[in-house]
């Protein structure tokens, strides 16, 4: 089992974090480079382009797989090969999101902060941890520079699927956090283009892990 960072938007990390333990949610990746595993072990960028990834019959749509070839074979056959995602079954996600600290610490790098300063989570508005001092928040923080002690959600990864990410159903899209109406894919389709839309949009469908997630404790 494996802890890493995950980073949400700022409603999602929300939603999460209210989440009932043991409530099981979605999210979805698009399939790339940086969260894929070919046989194993992480593939060069320059030769992530060239693969033709599909959908096996028989692997119940839990990984994807290509034909390559390898380069110690002597044979120079094409060998199949698996293609995973890189979190796992069991695996731990630490949630990322944007947050600041008090303006007195705005000129320190969030790793010169005492542990256990108060902290300020964004969601459509910065949320207040202390109403009194609400005007004291600091400068937005990004979520890539948020220190494991700020980290708020702790998730557990409990199945992994992909597919393509127009094939999403109704349920799933509830777990994904979303408000939906009697059909409720076209609602959907602005949520992710409006975090995937400039180089994966919903139009081109491309496919996605899929992670059901369950909050934990510590």
Not at 85 to 97: I, K, M, S, T, Y
Not at 118 to 143: E, I, M
Not at 172 to 187: F, H
Request: proline residues 7%; positive net charge; contains cysteine.
């Amino acid at each position: 089992m494996k802890t890493r960072p995950i980073i949400f938007q700022p409603w999602k990390a929300e939603w999460l974090h209210n989440l009932p333990l043991d409530y099981e949610a979605q999210t979805r990746r698009v399939v790339k480079c940086s969260n894929s595993f070919v046989n194993g072990h992480r593939c060069d960028k320059k030769y992530w382009g060239g693969l033709n990834l599909s959908r096996s019959g028989s692997n119940h749509g839990t990984y994807l797989q290509t034909l390559l070839r390898h380069s110690d074979d002597p044979s120079g056959e094409n060998r199949i090969y698996k293609v995973c995602p890189r979190w796992q079954v069991g695996d731990r996600l630490r949630v990322r999101e944007s947050f600041c600290f008090h303006k007195n610490y705005d000129r320190f790098s969030p790793h010169e902060i005492p542990p256990n300063s108060t902290v300020w989570y964004k969601t459509d508005n910065w949320y207040k941890t202390d109403k009194d001092n609400f005007d004291s928040a600091g400068r937005p923080r990004s979520p890539v520079h948020m220190p494991r002690w700020v980290s708020r959600t702790l998730l557990e990864v409990t199945a992994v699927k992909v597919e393509r990410i127009q094939e999403i159903s109704h349920k799933d899209i509830c777990a994904e956090g979303v408000i939906i109406p009697v059909d409720g894919v076209p609602i959907f389709q602005p949520v992710w283009d409006s975090i995937n839309g400039k180089k994966y949009p919903w139009k081109i469908n491309p496919q996605v892990w899929v992670y059901t997630v369950r909050r934990v404790k510590e």
